[in-house]
């Protein structure tokens, strides 16, 4: 018989080992570890909302001051991270407790870039949501830095200034799309390029899709990563076209033309099936279907039609797109034939999508939630609710019953309640 001392040793271990399994094997559906969550499509695991927004339902659990930013929450198992911009010079990043909100740590470093035209008046505060490979936070700085953080302590790890590196201009916008992480690499659009990195060191791997950077410098859509004809490949919407990717090698599989408006090709390329979907700034909408034959790859468009997207991505359920659209209404759109099905009255001017199953939750610029089913036959608005008196343009999160609502100056943590549950 093993002594006292011993026993309650086993028993520790033991209790540490079942807990760390549990976290494991939950780990997926209570994380928000990049844009759009953690298969970058805005969906979202779990076995079912409740369908109503009612202060019953939803509840918030803190709220807690910050510096401006548009760039959503990244949310792990313990910890909510988040950035900001400071005094207009000085760009931040905090760790957030996920129960309390309580700060963690925060770092800092100088870094702002004053942005153009209409988007002047929005402001000019941090845009791309960071990354998250369970150690490290990646996290990209408006003056076009990478900047690789310890996710437990905050240290600075590595950092890439593609301004330096490559000689580019800086970017009008910043550094606008959010890192792809896959295996031991990241994807950025930076440096008026599309760029390959080491995740654990930074060094550059490749760089193609170079361009002069214009009047706008580096593009804005955040890539994906999916397999079209049979191919795994690296899906990115440029300023002016969209192309597939050889992930290792970075070779060009196939380009197209993509019209816009001063290049602002905003949205997160969609793929359905070996189709992608896209829609521009006072434009159109597209899919385009990828085939291969004797080794070479074929874009053919499918179709088009006159929804004008702008900045939302939207989510694809059953087979229809719901977007938001540049003239502030929601649409759905049949992915097979890209007839509209219905078309709503106005919102705000920027919604951030997610779903699960059948109910889309839809955050607005100006701090409005909606609760939306997702029927292709009608617009299904069920539910409607104030959130924020500040904008709103940062992305939703939604992990487990947790709804991360990151407001200009904010972070509000609400509980989504069960009705039944008690």
């Given at each position: 018989?093993?002594?006292?001392?011993?026993?309650?040793?086993?028993?520790?271990?033991?209790?540490?080992?079942?807990?760390?399994?549990?976290?494991?094997?939950?780990?997926?559906?209570?994380?928000?570890?990049?844009?759009?969550?953690?298969?970058?499509?805005?969906?979202?695991?779990?076995?079912?909302?409740?369908?109503?927004?009612?202060?019953?339902?939803?509840?918030?659990?803190?709220?807690?001051?910050?510096?401006?930013?548009?760039?959503?929450?990244?949310?792990?198992?313990?910890?909510?991270?988040?950035?900001?911009?400071?005094?207009?010079?000085?760009?931040?990043?905090?760790?957030?407790?996920?129960?309390?909100?309580?700060?963690?740590?925060?770092?800092?470093?100088?870094?702002?870039?004053?942005?153009?035209?209409?988007?002047a008046s929005n402001g000019s505060w941090i845009r791309s949501t960071p990354a998250?490979?369970?150690?490290?936070?990646?996290?990209?700085?408006?003056?076009?830095?990478?900047?690789?953080?310890?996710?437990?302590?905050?240290?600075?790890?590595?950092?890439?200034?593609?301004?330096?590196?490559?000689?580019?201009?800086?970017?009008?916008?910043?550094?606008?799309?959010?890192?792809?992480?896959?295996?031991?690499?990241?994807?950025?659009?930076?440096?008026?390029?599309?760029?390959?990195?080491?995740?654990?060191?930074?060094?550059?791997?490749?760089?193609?899709?170079?361009?002069?950077?214009?009047?706008?410098?580096?593009?804005?859509?955040?890539?994906?990563?999916?397999?079209?004809?049979?191919?795994?490949?690296?899906?990115?919407?440029?300023?002016?076209?969209?192309?597939?990717?050889?992930?290792?090698?970075?070779?060009?599989?196939?380009?197209?033309?993509?019209?816009?408006?001063?290049?602002?090709?905003?949205?997160?390329?969609?793929?359905?099936?070996?189709?992608?979907?896209?829609?521009?700034?006072?434009?159109?909408?597209?899919?385009?279907?990828?085939?291969?034959?004797?080794?070479?790859?074929?874009?053919?468009?499918?179709?088009?039609?006159?929804?004008?997207?702008?900045?939302?991505?939207?989510?694809?359920?059953?087979?229809?797109?719901?977007?938001?659209?540049?003239?502030?209404?929601?649409?759905?759109?049949?992915?097979?034939?890209?007839?509209?099905?219905?078309?709503?009255?106005?919102?705000?001017?920027?919604?951030?999508?997610?779903?699960?199953?059948?109910?889309?939750?839809?955050?607005?610029?100006?701090?409005?939630?909606?609760?939306?089913?997702?029927?292709?036959?009608?617009?299904?608005?069920?539910?409607?609710?104030?959130?924020?008196?500040?904008?709103?343009?940062?992305?939703?999160?939604?992990?487990?019953?947790?709804?991360?609502?990151?407001?200009?100056?904010?972070?509000?943590?609400?509980?989504?309640?069960?009705?039944?549950?008690?």
């Open positions: 018989m093993l002594p006292p001392r011993f026993s309650r040793m086993l028993l520790l271990i033991g209790t540490i080992t079942l807990l760390a399994t549990g976290l494991a094997k939950g780990q997926e559906a209570s994380v928000w570890n990049q844009w759009r969550g953690p298969t970058r499509d805005g969906l979202v695991p779990g076995s079912g909302w409740p369908a109503s927004l009612s202060e019953e339902s939803l509840t918030r659990l803190w709220r807690v001051k910050l510096d401006a930013s548009y760039s959503g929450p990244i949310v792990s198992s313990s910890a909510v991270f988040v950035t900001g911009t400071a005094d207009g010079k000085t760009e931040v990043v905090s760790a957030l407790d996920r129960k309390s909100g309580a700060e963690l740590w925060r770092v800092e470093w100088p870094g702002a870039v004053s942005v153009p035209f209409f988007a998250f490979d369970g150690e490290s936070l990646f996290v990209a700085g408006m003056r076009d830095v990478l900047v690789s953080l310890n996710a437990g302590t905050g240290k600075e790890q590595w950092r890439v200034d593609f301004v330096k590196e490559f000689g580019s201009p800086l970017p009008a916008f910043g550094f606008v799309c959010s890192p792809l992480l896959d295996g031991d690499s990241l994807y950025v659009q930076a440096g008026a390029s599309l760029v390959r990195l080491d995740r654990k060191t930074g060094r550059v791997l490749w760089r193609v899709l170079k361009d002069d950077g214009g009047m706008m410098g580096s593009a804005f859509a955040s890539s994906v990563m999916a397999t079209l004809a049979g191919k795994r490949q690296l899906v990115v919407q440029t300023r002016e076209k969209l192309a597939g990717v050889e992930p290792d090698s970075g070779d060009i599989l196939w380009e197209q033309k993509v019209p816009s408006f001063r290049g602002m090709n905003i949205l997160t390329p969609v793929v359905y099936g070996d189709g992608i979907f896209t829609s521009t700034y006072q434009n159109k909408s597209w899919l385009f279907n990828i085939s291969k034959s004797e080794g070479a790859f074929t874009v053919a468009e499918k179709w088009n039609n006159n929804a004008q997207g702008y900045m939302s991505t939207p989510v694809v359920i059953d087979g229809h797109a719901y977007l938001h659209l540049q003239n502030q209404r929601l649409t759905c759109i049949d992915l097979a034939t890209g007839a509209r099905t219905w078309t709503s009255k106005p919102f705000g001017k920027y919604s951030s999508l997610v779903a699960q199953k059948n109910l889309i939750l839809a955050l607005d610029q100006r701090g409005e939630l909606l609760l939306i089913r997702a029927n292709p036959e009608k617009f299904e608005l069920l539910g409607q609710r104030k959130v924020s008196e500040q904008d709103t343009w940062a992305h939703l999160a939604v992990c487990d019953e947790e709804v991360f609502v990151r407001e200009l100056n904010a972070l509000s943590v609400f509980r989504w309640k069960k009705v039944d549950e008690k």
